[in-house]
């Protein structure tokens, strides 16, 4: 069974992209489903903002190469067998799910301590950019990261 | 101070804040030959102030880069802020 990662501006069935990472020699899939949140604390202030819906970009052919390093990684570090990555751009209402990581693995451990690697690594190396519209503003979220300028 | 340089041409892209603060999000602009991807940064940094301060990554043909790797002619360059995907 082969793994896959993709970028799209269509709704994301989370159990289809779970089903596709089913291979018959593991016993369990573990997926993550990401979605917008309403609420976000500003990380200097402290401040608790409402959010009316997020953008994503991506600088899409680098994200799509990271997100391969990623499963290569993740199946080098970890027992699993099979890594499914599914991360929405565009507009996002709040409660939409914005990325699907799944990781099939003959036993559970391995894909829980997988997928959490997976959605770390991701929002620290692929570039993917978070904005958010509130009622009287926006404001490009940013993240930690791998190397700087 | 470089005298002397020959130009090359590279292809900028910008992204999230970047993007917003240069008001453009590709530009093919002409460098000094050997400039380095960190000085590219400072120029841009310089010539947009809402960039000052910014903490920003660079790529060079999709790749992540030091600030001290040098840029080729045609290379295609990205800027952006520290990224925040999931």
Redesign the interface.
């Known amino acids: 069974m082969s793994d896959f990662y993709e970028l799209t501006t269509d709704v994301i069935d989370i159990v289809s992209v779970a089903r596709r990472v089913v291979p018959p020699e593991c016993g369990a899939t573990v997926t993550l489903d990401?979605y917008a949140r309403r609420f976000t604390t500003d990380k200097a202030t402290g401040e608790v903002r409402e959010t009316e819906y997020l953008v994503?970009?991506?600088?899409e052919?680098?994200?799509l190469?990271e997100m391969a390093k990623l499963v290569e990684r993740a199946k080098v570090e970890f027992e699993i067998s099979a890594v499914g990555i599914v991360?929405r751009l565009g507009r996002l209402e709040i409660g939409e799910t914005?990325?699907v990581i799944s990781v099939a693995a003959p036993h559970r451990k391995a894909a829980f301590t997988a997928c959490e690697w997976l959605?770390k690594e991701?929002?620290?190396?692929?570039?993917?950019?978070?904005?958010e519209v509130y009622a009287d503003g926006e404001a490009?979220?940013?993240?930690?990261?791998?190397?700087?300028? | 101070m470089r005298l002397l340089s020959t130009l090359m041409r590279i292809n900028l892209?910008m992204?999230?804040?970047v993007a917003?603060a240069a008001g453009t999000r590709e530009a093919e602009v002409e460098v000094a030959e050997g400039l380095t991807?960190?000085e590219l940064?400072e120029s841009l940094k310089a010539k947009h102030p809402g960039l000052a301060g910014q903490?920003?990554?660079?790529?060079v043909d999709?790749?992540?880069?030091?600030?001290s790797t040098p840029l080729e002619p045609g290379c295609e360059v990205?800027?952006?802020?520290?990224?925040?995907?999931?």
């Open positions: 990401g994503y970009e991506a600088y052919p680098m994200a190469k991360h914005s990325v959605i991701l929002k620290r190396t692929v570039p993917i950019w978070k904005k490009w979220s940013e993240g930690d990261s791998v190397a700087s300028a | 892209l992204f999230g804040a917003d991807a960190g940064v903490k920003l990554l660079i790529a999709q790749e992540y880069v030091a600030a990205a800027i952006f802020t520290p990224v925040s995907g999931g």
